[in-house]
């Protein structure tokens, strides 16, 4: 039996969340917003991955944008959670960027400790049985796999990518046969009857050392600019801000399009029956049973299946159905849920009107 | 041919406009709102029934609550109006007390005019056709007619009263063969095929003493506490205070029921083609042509007949049909043109909750 593996969490909140407009905004994306719960998805995330009897988690990490970096240090202490350091991305150079800055950062000041990168604006109900695919699967990444954590397809979404399991590596834990990308509602349908396609969730384990041997053979530039940001990185406090030049210089790129289609080192932890979801437009809030207490800001008579969330103003509807109702205090949605997807094309004309304050 | 009739203009402006919420307020409800233009209903109707060429009508009279008699001449004041008075109602009382203050009032101080009592919140586009015939109807008020002015039904509305026309008393005046209450479809049908019944818009032309008359004979109760209550009045410049005991002893009713359904006295006007609209509801200013110039405030995408009214909030709509949105800085609604009547509903609910800020 192996000793237990220390794992550091690295949270990344460098999310826009723009589907969830007119509530996510630029200065506060929808891993900020307490949406479902008094606590914010960021916070929910921090805790989800706090140490305990069942895993020897590290202070985490955070790597997010400049813009936010105070209210990461209020959510936090809100929470009583110390980070280990707020990294701050001069600019977005996407997921694969993070990862290696991640690892590095892990390599040079927790040396042997796993990774565990994860996105800050996924909701997990069940933290207890997502904690246990990932006690599993350290056992695995520990011996150099690149884990990624599959969830079991509760309907034939077309939104999201899918992982092919293959031959099971150990118990909980398989090879990756194959990844796809956003299937056709048909393709979905055949994932979900067949057992074997499970929702991407944008979450990895893996050993430092590992990930970065992958993304110097399969993307030097960004190990090298990311690896160079780190350590020209400067550091205020809690606050480590990567080399803004060298950051620029690093290729913006998906982890799973820069590495995880490429290594031969990719597993798949699970099917993960957590409760998962990306709250990736507003119906998910709608789905969610956490969304059942009534809102003295709110009237809605003769109304079906109308989501209607508000920070501030009051909310009357009427005779409406499967409606979305988003309001604050500059701004009001009113969309249809089968058009949920499509909140971004606002967001979009409000760009294209030079209309940042509701941004 | 008698000499041209002077003619009192009295502006009713006690109406609650609760079907516009949220926009329509206690404090400022709709007839003050500039809903459809630059200037509000009122204004309009101040503006609609000032001097010129063809009618000698007199400096207003506004009768209206105290709560909003600063708002009141804030908004003459805009249009450059000085009023005869604002005469304030210590409470309300229903029309037929204001029938009686308002003919009361036009005896006292102007001797030898007419009175023409509007609602201030109506529309009514083509002025110059509205003034016509009054004009006409002068002539017939002068001999002691009580006149009303009857619209030609543009639909089989039930919501609206309808007045029958009988024998011709002059050209464009008739007898009332009778009043007709909210009618059913089929009869409201009925009566826009038949071509004899019209909307009772509750505007009144009538000389003082045959309205004086008519109330002593079957309201004496409203004529006399009325009176009194104009007689022990007290004046702080343009401001008329009624006596609030006396004013609070007169019994509350329409002019409608207590006069216009008993007099012999009873003519209609008509019919009155000038654009002519109550309105209602948010769906009269859906049906109005003033209702097409953009809104910056307003992105609506793939929307199909939506009615989207905001006061400053940035309003975004998608893929939606049929939809009264209204946004204030406080509230928000979202109804089917459909419901457009319902409205008042929520508001009931508010007061039910003791909501009376949103009111």
Not at 60 to 70: E, K, R, S
Not at 127 to 139: D, I, L, Y
Request: proline share 6%; glycine share 8%; with cysteine.
């Amino acid at each position: 039996m192996t000793a237990r593996a220390t794992i550091q969490p690295v949270i990344m909140s460098g999310g826009s969340g723009t589907r969830l407009w007119p509530m996510s905004r630029t200065a506060r994306p929808k891993q900020f917003l307490k949406l479902l719960r008094d606590r914010s998805l960021f916070q929910e995330t921090v805790l989800r991955l706090a140490p305990g009897d069942d895993i020897d988690f590290l202070p985490p990490l955070i790597i997010a944008g400049a813009a936010h970096a105070t209210l990461i240090a209020a959510q936090l202490a809100e929470i009583g959670v110390a980070p280990a350091a707020i990294v701050i991305e001069p600019m977005a150079r996407n997921t694969a960027a993070v990862a290696a800055v991640a690892g590095a950062w892990t390599a040079g000041r927790r040396p042997g400790a796993l990774t565990l990168l994860a996105p800050a604006d996924h909701l997990i109900t069940n933290a207890a049985a997502f904690r246990a695919h990932v006690a599993n699967a350290a056992a695995a990444a520990s011996k150099g796999a690149i884990v990624t954590f599959g969830v079991r397809p509760s309907e034939a979404h077309t939104g999201y990518g899918y992982i092919e399991a293959g031959a099971p590596v150990i118990a909980g834990v398989a090879e990756v046969a194959a990844f796809r990308e956003k299937p056709d509602r048909q393709t979905a349908e055949h994932y979900v009857k067949g057992g074997r396609h499970f929702w991407n969730a944008g979450i990895f384990l893996f050993s430092p050392e590992a990930m970065a041997g992958e993304l110097e053979a399969f993307a030097p530039a960004i190990a090298r600019e990311a690896a160079a940001a780190l350590d020209e990185s400067t550091t205020d406090g809690a606050v480590c801000r990567l080399d803004p030049a060298r950051f620029a210089a690093c290729p913006a790129d998906s982890i799973d399009y820069a590495v995880m289609e490429k290594t031969a080192r990719a597993a798949v932890a699970g099917p993960v029956d957590a409760g998962w979801s990306d709250i990736g437009a507003w119906t998910a809030l709608a789905d969610s049973e956490a969304n059942d207490k009534a809102d003295p800001r709110v009237v809605a008579l003769d109304c079906d299946g109308v989501l209607i969330r508000t920070d501030g103003p009051f909310v009357g509807a009427i005779g409406v159905s499967d409606l979305i109702i988003v309001a604050t205090g500059d701004a009001v949605l009113v969309a249809p849920k089968s058009r949920a997807q499509d909140v971004k094309k606002i967001v979009d004309e409000l760009k294209a009107r030079g209309r940042g304050e509701l941004l």
